[in-house]
């Protein structure tokens, strides 16, 4: 085939994958660009300077390994506390029973109100009174999300209020090495660091999650973990044969 005529295949065929938001994984070199752009929605992402996914729907701004582990969790009657607001409110709001953020910039804490979800709460405090919100409310959560001002403060406070099987998230925890120490040294809480690349900038940081030790989230889907937007379907021959490929991916092929 001559190259103009490849070149014209080539355009009609990556015009049918993104009118129907399919892509093959790409495994060159080339690909992983690619593959950031077209299965995690970069340039979604970049072009709003918002968290967002390949559909444009709101993500927390995590790193996207956080992300993704945190997506296959089954949420549905966990209780959330967020210092901080935005597109991960409406993440979790549309996964959890309740979530209650505290914002302290009176532009961005108007803007979210006006977005909220039935189960969403958000207060505003200055900065002075940032880290207290979660003294005031006298209950405790399930899952406790340190992402914004004072971190040092919030997590000395976040395990108080943290139900026994919880997990705490601290974003930017390459950052905050002190804040993390004291959550796994203090609190004794499991620490896993989700190194890598995220929404919006073109860095690699870290998400950290700190598990209770009787952490018991369940996962939404049967099969755990699940396939990464950027994954290939596959399931290992070694991996009970008999029963591997009627799983969850009937269609997935067999590989070593």
Avoid at 6 to 21: D, Q
Wanted: include cysteine; charge should be neutral; hydrophobic fraction near 35%.
């Amino acid at each position: 085939m001559n190259t103009p005529s490849r070149s014209i295949l080539n355009r009609a065929a990556r015009r049918f994958m993104r009118a129907f938001n399919v892509f093959p994984c790409n495994k060159s070199l080339e690909g992983l660009a690619a593959n950031l752009q077209e299965k995690y929605g970069y340039h979604h992402t970049k072009a709003s300077q918002r968290p967002v996914d390949i559909n444009r729907q709101p993500l927390p701004w995590f790193t996207y390994p956080a992300i993704e582990y945190l997506a296959q969790l089954d949420l549905s009657n966990k209780s959330i506390f967020e210092w901080g607001s935005g597109n991960s409110s409406l993440f979790f709001a549309k996964r959890c029973k309740q979530i209650t953020s505290v914002e302290n910039n009176k532009e961005w804490f108007d803007y979210c109100s006006s977005q909220l979800l039935s189960n969403q709460k958000i207060i505003f405090r200055e900065e002075s009174a940032f880290a207290e919100v979660i003294d005031e409310l006298s209950t405790t959560f399930d899952l406790i999300i340190v992402d914004s001002l004072r971190r040092y403060e919030c997590v000395h406070r976040c395990i108080k209020y943290l139900n026994d099987g919880g997990l705490v998230i601290l974003d930017n925890s390459d950052w905050h090495p002190n804040s993390s120490a004291f959550l796994r040294n203090h609190c004794d809480l499991l620490e896993v660091d989700m190194h890598g690349f995220g929404p919006i900038n073109s860095y690699s940081w870290t998400t950290s999650l700190y598990f209770h030790r009787n952490f018991r989230f369940s996962p939404r889907e049967e099969r755990q973990p699940t396939i990464s937007a950027a994954g290939i379907q596959q399931v290992s021959k070694y991996d009970c044969p008999d029963t591997a490929i009627s799983l969850d991916f009937p269609n997935a092929r067999i590989n070593d």
